[in-house]
């Protein structure tokens, strides 16, 4: 599965929409129907560890893409178990404002690394926008 996510990241870099659509399909793939390469705690194949680690790559991946389109598909995610916590390194990464309101809601998780995650992308956030004169704000 990582070869086709990488694979569609290259096509989706280079401008060829398919590329965005095969990451956006992997995120909402649940299906068992895939080679198993995660083990459980006994030793056997996990086809629901599997499901987990192939979504959680492509939502980082949409951060490593910077697509704006990915905004919208990421902040549904928030909530979503499985990715959760590689969702606001992405929103971070895309650098789009809109998703600020998602991530301040997102601080209130139980998960103490999602309210970390979050907190980490609204300092990206806030640091990377432009100031009135346009220029970048320093973290110093």
């Not at 399909?25 to 086809?47: C, M, Q, T, Y």
Request: glycine share 6%; aromatic share 8%; no cysteine.
């Amino acid at each position: 599965m990582r070869r086709r996510d990488n694979a569609a990241f290259v096509f989706a870099r280079l401008g060829d929409d398919r590329g965005f659509q095969v990451i956006r399909a992997i995120l909402e793939d649940r299906s068992s129907k895939r080679a198993v390469f995660e083990i459980d705690s006994a030793g056997h194949p996990s086809p629901a560890r599997q499901i987990r680690a192939d979504r959680y790559y492509a939502a980082h991946l949409f951060g490593d893409l910077k697509d704006l389109r990915a905004v919208p598909i990421l902040v549904a995610l928030l909530k979503d178990e499985d990715v959760k916590e590689a969702v606001p390194w992405s929103l971070g990464e895309i650098g789009d404002k809109s998703a600020i309101p998602a991530l301040k809601e997102a601080l209130g998780d139980n998960s103490l690394t999602m309210r970390a995650s979050a907190l980490l992308a609204l300092e990206k956030l806030e640091r990377d926008t432009p100031d009135q004169s346009g220029y970048r704000r320093s973290p110093y």
